[in-house]
């Protein structure tokens, strides 16, 4: 009844490197925080983000759980309302696929954070909470595209549950929370309007991603997307290899992420990244420090290098900065440029 | 409106024929059609001609431009939900459009955030409800006819809609009679939509060319080569072939590419910006002699690409070619809520624009309807709680019914143009400022916007025009302002603050903008000392800063110096220096700084 939409193979993306890149680094560490996409229309924005599932390793939920629990925690705070744990003194678990949630503009916030079941409301009479979409994104990814244009009550509901990895429902005097620990995912436009800094300020990563400028690979990208349209299992089945190599590097990096040493004088580059561009506050050395070290687990090093600061510092602070009215360059080239004085003396 | 010239060339009927039948064989694919056109028989013909040649029973629906997300995508159906017992979705038009299309009538006034659901349903082919305790997937392949009625080339469909559009057709001042005689076989576009699955995939030629020829036209998208390639690939399917020739999808190209060209092949690249970085040599020249390596040797037949380009250079409307030569590729709209003037959300005053769920606080309005309707499928719980058993009510409403009218309220705005009139601007760019500004009007006059005029020279400065709509006393009191004298310009910063506190006191925010040249001399009691007259500036502007009124500062000395941009610091305003000041030029930006303001969420008072 219900078919699984294929969605275009993640590895099959021409380009777009930065973005492929911050989403690998957080599915390596969830912890980074969310990443947001700002771009042109039409650069596989929604199709790089939606293609995730696929390239994650699955994950064990305990069998029957709307909430998605980890069997391996024993103790996850849904116990109240999770069913499938509680009626079952041995749970069983099973393997599924991470999860990758869109939220829909239009959504209504009954829908996000869960209601009552009014199904069962209205035949049996019973009290029963329908999980949201948080639930549904527990342990995976929320994606909202055009986040700009989300109402900002949601947003900021989101962010909430976000920061606190718990979501708390009171309803029809039911009390329901139930842990809520996703990576936020947002895409958006800048020409349709901005994203207030305060929240932009709450992703962990941010990348920009133009229209490829190089002909042979807009070429590349229209063969690809014909011949997905064409056929996608096909197409799907043509990448598979590759999609499981990229996922075999993203599993291998988790293991490794524990052991990457990060030297003092690692450390001391990061605060120094920070000063120069007067990214506010500590997250966005803790991001930095985050991020760099997920590239050198995925990298396969031992320890964090400058390589791999220099490669996430962008994405790590260009989201952070001071507006300046009068430096017109923009914030990726002001964090090029405070690389440059860090690295160079 | 005579027809004394030259009847308009049939070809641009053909054309808007031709993208009817290959739109009405797969409007999914294609996406839509943008029409610019005002509601008339000539729109009507043309739809007309559209709709016989859907599939036969495909759906047709209209969404109004303020169309409500519970019509759009559809609720809960409360009758039929309590009579059943069961959740019953009341569809949406987006669903229900289903394997048909779409119309939307003024499309320039859709809201950015109706136009991005829209652009979701296109892109995912189906739509996603989560709404009211509703999770459904509905298949939604359709495609939409967008007429856009706008006046202005600003007043346009949101650019995200139309990009994802293939066809974008200028049907004004066509005449109904050309297409009298032009018709579409119902029964060759059903043929063509049997086949369309059988189309092969294209040639190589035929992507490099498609490609190519976008990068030519300066369309910096991969979004407009493939919906060419779709467009071709329907266009061979409709000739009764399996494989996409050449002819194909030069006609692709032509529909699709040629109206959203953004320069000629034959103009140098160098000097616009070119689409392609410099790691791909030859990639933006044009076909002529210069082809890519690995295209065959110029003594063969004229290629593919070349056919292409020069068939699109011909198909490029005239309009779009004058607009082209002039270089004025213009703001892009987005959707009504990133313009100035935005619509602000309020909890009393507007137009409604829906409800929402939320504590009950002081001044907001309750939506009643809504609120009962929330109210109405938990009554069967409600009544066995033990608390409810012990008062029977009729009806238990709980709090979190409660659903509040929401009213979006046009956020008020004035723009202070505060002008440098003094005889060492007015010697030369008095004239050029007075232009600006007239510019300006006539974009406050659109975004029903107040403007009010200050002005400074001798020794002090005039509230020329108090805040108001009136564009003719702007223009007139502007035209006969005088010049010369000196630069009291702490004076002029000062009656701007002055004028702009009152305004926001009134809640219209105001935006300050500052034309001069920066060369204080005159200070604030009168006397001609250059350096306390120019301490006195940064003192108003320091205050104008801690008043958080937004400014633009546009330098019109003919050599910017410091003085300008430090002025323009302690303001925290945004710093334009034009040497060589040029209306157009000073307009852009100033609008632009404005919109970028006014896109901001409301700043705490």
Known sequence: MFTMKIYFPFAAIVGQDDMKFALQLVAVDRNIGGVMVFGDRGTGKSTAVRSLASLLPHMQVVTGCKFNCDPGSPVETCADVCDARRDKHCPTHKTVPVPVVDLPLGATEDRVVGALDLERALTRGEKAFEPGLLARAHRGFLYI???????????????????????????????????????????????????????????????????????????????????????????????????????ALIAAARERLGEVAVSDDALEAMSRLCMATGADGLRGELTLLRASRAAAALAGDEAVGDAHIRRVAAMALRHRLRRNPLDESGSTARVERALGEVFAS | MTQCDAPPPLSRWETALMAARLFAIDPAGLGGVSVIAGPGPVRDLWLERLRGALASGAPVRRVPAHIEDDRLIGAVDLTATLA??????????????????????????????????????????????????????????????????????????????????????????????????????????????????????????????????????????????????????????????????????????????????????????????????????????????????????????????????????????????????????????????????????????????????????PGSRLALVATLRAAAPWQAVRRNDQVARTVSRPIEVRREDFRFKRFAQRRESTMVFCVDASGSTAFHRLAESKGAVEMLLAEAYVNRTFVSLVAFRGHGAELLLPPTRSLTRAKALLANLPGGGGTPLAAGVDCAVLVALAERSKSREPLVILLTDGRANITADGQAARGRAMEEALDSSRRLAAQRIAAVFIDTSARPRAEGSDLAAAMNARYVALPYVEASAVCDVARGAASEFFTEPLRPR
């Open chain 2, 84 to 361: 059943s017992g069961r959740v019953v979705l009341q569809m949406g038009i987006l669903g229900e459009a289903d394997g048909g299309i779409v119309l939307i009538p003024m499309a320039e006034r859709l809201s950015a955030g109706v136009a991005a659901r829209i652009a979701a349903v296109l892109d995912r082919r189906e739509l996603v409800v989560e709404r009211e305790g509703l999770a459904r997937r509905i298949p939604a392949r359709i495609g939409v006819v967008a007429f856009d009625e706008g006046v202005s080339p600003e007043e346009r469909l949101a650019v995200s809609l139309r990009e994802r559009f293939a066809f974008h057709l200028d049907l004004r001042d066509l005449s109904a009679r050309g297409l009298a005689n032009l018709a579409i076989d119902p029964s060759e576009t059903a043929a063509a939509r049997l086949a369309l699955a059988s189309v092969e995939g294209p040639s190589a030629d035929v992507v490099e060319a498609l490609v190519a020829t976008a990068a030519a036209f300066g369309i910096n998208s991969v979004v407009a080569p493939l919906l060419a390639l779709r467009a071709a690939r329907v266009a061979a399917a409709l000739a009764g072939r399996r494989a996409i020739t050449e002819e194909d999808a030069v006609l692709a190209a032509r529909l699709v590419l040629a109206p959203r060209s953004q320069m000629m092949p034959d103009e140098a690249p160098d000097e616009t910006e070119p689409p392609a970085p410099p790691d791909d040599p030859g990639a933006d020249e044009d076909g002529d002699d210069d082809d890519d390596d690995d295209t065959e040797p110029a003594t063969e037949p004229p290629n593919l690409e070349d056919i292409m380009l020069a068939a699109v250079q011909a198909a490029v409307p005239d309009d779009l070619l004058a607009k082209l030569k002039t270089g004025a590729g213009g703001p892009q709209p987005t959707g009504r809520n990133s313009r100035l003037g935005a619509a602000k959300s309020s909890a009393l005053r507007g137009r409604p624009t829906g409800v929402r769920m939320g504590a009950l606080r």
């Open chain 1, 145 to 247: 595209d055009e986040v700009n244009l989300l109402e900002d009550h949601l947003v900021d509901l989101l962010l909430d549950v976000a920061a606190s990895g718990e979501n708390i429902v009171e309803r029809e005097g039911l009390s329901v929370r139930h842990p809520a620990r996703f990576v936020l995912v947002g895409s958006g436009n800048p020409e349709e309007g901005e994203l207030r800094p305060q929240l932009l300020d709450r992703f962990g990563l941010s990348v920009d991603v133009r229209t490829p400028g190089n002909l042979a690979d807009r070429v590349e990208i229209l063969k690809r997307c014909d011949a997905f349209e064409r056929d996608p299992e096909a197409f799907d089945a043509l990448w598979r290899n590759e999609n499981e190599s990229a996922s």
